[in-house]
């Protein structure tokens, strides 16, 4: 059988965009409406989500990253899609991706 190629993906960030790419590693809670035991309420645990994309801002209570756009080619106006507000009390971990 011939190999199969993998298609590059490339993860330049592009200069038209003034954001830097990040790795946002957090914890959020975790809900549950249906009847449990005490052991299966003791096995409940915290989700750790995962957010890869561009930083938008960052203050002492919030960090806001999106994980598309849309850039306007006349009037260079951008949009933002995927958007995340997280507490930074919640934040794990961020990294910036180069």
Known sequence: MPRKRRKA???ITTPDIPFQ???VEWVDCVSDSAWATD?????MKLATPVNEGW???KDKSSVKV???????????????GDRTMIPTTWIVKMTKIQ
């Open 55 to 57: 930083l938008y801002s």
């Open 39 to 43: 052991k299966d309420f003791n096995k």
């Open 21 to 23: 790419k990040v790795r």
């Open 9 to 11: 993906i490339n993860t």
């Open 66 to 80: 999106f994980a598309s756009y849309d850039l306007d080619p006349i009037s260079k106006e951008m949009t933002y």
